[in-house]
């Protein structure tokens, strides 16, 4: 079992549509969860960080994470053409020493005008 | 955050040749990492590279194949050596630009194609 598991996709919604995007994780002790953007022949873009659980806001971007269910969410509102991307998401432990960002494999979405 | 730039942008080279790729920061950072990203696959970090000191190697990759300079806080190369058409990817480098956030920032990636 991969630590990070994500649904590849294709996703494709309407303009306008909630986005939700899910990871799992198998690692009780990762601490650090992101979420990255990345666009077609283009590095990942850092777009979410969170800490520990908890849900944190960003303009149309809200990032959640349920320790308990180990379960990472990207929730995007009013979604727009320029959303469409791949969208990776990430976990790292806590401590000294242990950089390394388990990925997911990325979901594609494209959002239709 | 911090501004990477990476060249080549893409390369395609032969097989048993190498190709080192280049990855300058616009800001002194410790933590330099590289990644792979092949197609349908989660990035893979290669190794970590902080400046002084060997790189760390992840369990697959080896320095004989992967090898690693970082000579200042700046710039570091990752040389991809006697490439076979496995080896065609995408090679990203990355930083970590908060002390210890894990929030880590990655450059435009290096396309990589082995005939």
């Known amino acids: 079992q991969k630590e990070v598991e994500q649904d590849p996709g294709p996703l494709s919604v309407p303009e306008g549509a909630i986005v939700s995007l899910n990871c799992t994780y198998s690692?009780?002790?990762?601490?650090?969860f992101m979420w990255y953007r990345q666009y077609s022949r283009k590095g990942p873009e850092l777009l979410m960080y969170?800490?520990?659980?908890g849900n944190k806001e960003d303009g149309r971007f809200t990032a959640q994470v349920d320790k308990s269910s180990k379960y990472i969410s990207l929730f995007i509102r009013d979604s727009q053409p320029s959303d469409s991307a791949t969208y990776l998401c990430?976990?790292?432990?806590?401590?000294?020493?242990?950089?390394?960002?388990?990925f997911g494999k990325g979901t594609k979405l494209s959002v239709i005008p | 955050s911090a501004v990477i730039s990476q060249k080549p942008s893409r390369d395609i080279c032969q097989r048993g040749t190498s190709l080192t790729i280049q990855c300058q920061v616009d800001s002194q950072v410790t933590m330099m990492f590289w990644y792979r990203q092949q197609p349908g696959q989660s990035l893979t970090l290669i190794a970590t590279?902080?400046?002084?000191?060997?790189?760390?190697?992840e369990s697959g990759f080896v320095i004989d194949k992967f090898p690693i300079s970082r000579p200042n806080l700046t710039f570091s190369t990752l040389t991809v050596s006697n490439m076979s058409p496995e080896d065609s990817s995408i090679y990203l480098c990355?930083?970590?630009?908060?002390?210890?956030?894990?929030?880590?920032?990655f450059g435009p990636g290096t396309r990589l194609t082995v005939t």
């Open positions: 590279a902080n400046q002084g000191s060997e790189a760390t190697y």
């Open positions: 990430a976990s790292s432990y806590s401590g000294a020493g242990s950089y390394q960002l388990t």
């Open positions: 690692n009780s002790a990762f601490q650090y």
């Open positions: 969170t800490y520990s659980s």
């Open positions: 990355s930083v970590e630009d908060h002390g210890g956030r894990r929030e880590q920032y």
